[in-house]
């Protein structure tokens, strides 16, 4: 569950993509992106066909082949791209915090911001777990390792609890991601509720249990 989009040089670096070497191929590349994530969205992966995100895209069937080798290649792709897209949109919303709480209410917020724009990362995420349990697994240990990396500056800063050791802000941070993403599913998917709302909530929720 990000440039605003892909990182082309990472996706070269994963074997996930060919790393466009112009701005157009960047473009390009961004429009089959997008255009999968459409078709994967609506369709399910299984249903949805190389010929039917090139249309999409508006691109021929050769140009796909230009960056993507399969289905299954551009899938994995697009599950790395959309959860670097959640980091790039979360990201922006930590500076200015007063605390690392705080900081991890504002990032709760625009995450739901994202998703509400974004509903079908839902169905992409959780479908990759059956068609690529490893990009599925990776996704999540990614952000959960930034959670905690930002936990353990805001202990060493004195904000929360300076008992914490690396195991407890292991755990805190899958708990708090699992409360994101169940959150984002209920009132960002499934309902268009108020996100700052929402976020001041949990953040409530958060100071009590773990605030110096």
Partial sequence: ???????????????????????????????????????????????????GITQ??????GTFYTYFE???????????????QVRDNVGPALSGASDGLDGERRALEAFLRFVRDHRDIYRIIDESEF????????????????????????????????????RDLDVLAWGMMGANV???????????ANEATVAETMSRAWRQGVAA
């Fill in 182 to 192: 169940f959150l984002g599913l209920r009132f960002a998917v499934w309902d268009d």
């Fill in 70 to 84: 399969s289905k299954e290649v551009l899938f994995q792709a697009l599950v790395r791209d959309m959860s670097a």
């Fill in 1 to 51: 569950m990000g440039v605003e989009g892909a990182d082309s040089a990472q996706l070269g670096a994963t074997g996930a993509a060919k790393a466009p070497r112009t701005p157009r191929g960047e473009r390009t590349l961004r429009k089959i992106l997008d255009a999968a994530r459409e078709e994967f969205g609506e369709r399910g992966y299984s249903d949805s066909s190389i010929v």
């Fill in 131 to 166: 068609v690529e349990p490893a990009v599925y697994r990776e996704h999540y240990e990614t952000t959960a390792v930034r959670i905690a990396a930002r936990l353990a500056a805001a202990r060493d800063r004195g904000e929360i609890c300076a008992g914490l050791n690396s």
């Fill in 56 to 61: 999409r895209a508006g691109v021929a069937l």
